[in-house]
């Protein structure tokens, strides 16, 4: 009898407590919410790194490319308002501020998991979906539309564009999954859940800070990306045309390219290089020079033959002006085969470009048409998603477009 009156007791007291800090949460001001918390003091080598949340840009973007990233894929819920909006973006804002500072979120329910962010960014992404069901298409972005058809697509319908698109980086996947869990839970009268794609590189203090990422192909993958902090990543990646709230954002074309690996690998290495028109143990153009040295397209080798072929990745994908520079980000993915496969594993390729037919679809067309790579990758998921520009102290995502 005693027993079950000690967890009567217990239960009553749970209850109690979970109620108290429900009332805390919803008695939170406006102020706290928006408000940025000081970075914790932790141990550690890199788990208490900090990515500062405000800014004119959001984060995520010109930041150093974390080991763990994962694309949320969801669509508004039916009937949602831009009221409903209002809402979600102050309740996402206020979890990203907090999280991304290593303090939990209001109602987190395992806290202790959001004491060391290890460099977690939160950024979101709007689809065109978002405007339309919002009766908000007078605030597009002009390059949020769909990509056109390319023929080498064979897009899978578990990977469809959505309404909103969260990004969320860190240099610890414990830290990527815990985020996820808040943001999602918490948005459940708003949005539901499409996909989740989950993209990794190498774990941090593996290789030298700055070093270019390889993917699962054994290229060195990035290596023309703008330099964080210049005037050419900024007119790379920042737009100023279109509707006023949107000047500071950012395009992104999210491809999911499945590999053929069970088919590459049955080349040699000399092939493999021909195929991507780079060395494979440094990424270096095959007519010399290190890695980052200017890629020579015209070089005729002693056999009187062009020294990076003709159908050459790198010939193909090399920006022809500057106009078609990207910003260009690969993940590697490695999720469960099928039953006719070893595996299933590609490139998460995130673009990021201040005008998506300018920048990503004439090199996308040339690769469409000719590119020796197209025999082992195939684009399997495809999306186009405008990312906000920042928000200060005190603002909300999106508080110029919903006002």
Known sequence: MTRAVSRRRMLAAGAALLGGAAAGAVAATAADALSEPSPPSLPGAFGADVVPFHGAHQAGVETPQQSHTWFVGLDLRPGQTVAD??????????????????????????????????????TLGLGSGFFSSLDLDAQRPPSLKPLPAFAVDRLDGRWPATDVLLQVGSDDVMTVSHAVRVL??????????????????????????????RNLMGQVDGTSNPAPGTAELDRTVWSA?????????????????????????????????????????????????????????????????????????????????????????????????????????????AAYVADVDRQFVPVQRRLEAADLLNKWTTPVGSAVYALPPGAGPGEAWCDSLLA
Do not use: N
């Open 241 to 349: 045309d279109g509707p006023s709230w949107w000047h500071g954002g950012t395009m992104l074309v999210l491809r999911r390219i499945r590999m053929e690996l069970d088919t590459w690998e049955r080349l040699g290495r000399t092939d493999r290089e021909m195929a991507i028109g780079r060395r494979l143990p440094d990424g270096s153009p095959l007519a010399g020079g290190g890695e980052h040295a200017q890629v020579d397209l015209e070089t005729v080798g002693a056999d009187g033959l062009l020294v990076v072929p003709e159908l050459a990745h790198v010939r193909q994908a090399k920006a022809r002006h500057d106009s078609e520079r990207m910003l260009r980000r690969g993940y590697t993915y490695d999720d469960s085969p099928g039953a006719a496969s070893v595996s299933d594993v590609g490139l998460l390729f």
């Open 85 to 122: 909006m209002r809402r979600l973006m102050a309740l996402w804002t206020d979890d990203a501020v907090r999280l991304t500072a290593g303090t939990a979120a209001l109602a987190d329910l395992e806290s202790e998991l959001a004491t060391t962010p290890s460099r977690l960014t939160i």
């Open 184 to 213: 999602t839970r918490g948005a459940r009268s708003f949005v539901d859940p499409a996909w989740v794609q989950r993209g990794f590189v190498r774990s941090r203090g593996v290789a030298p800070a700055g070093t270019t990422p």
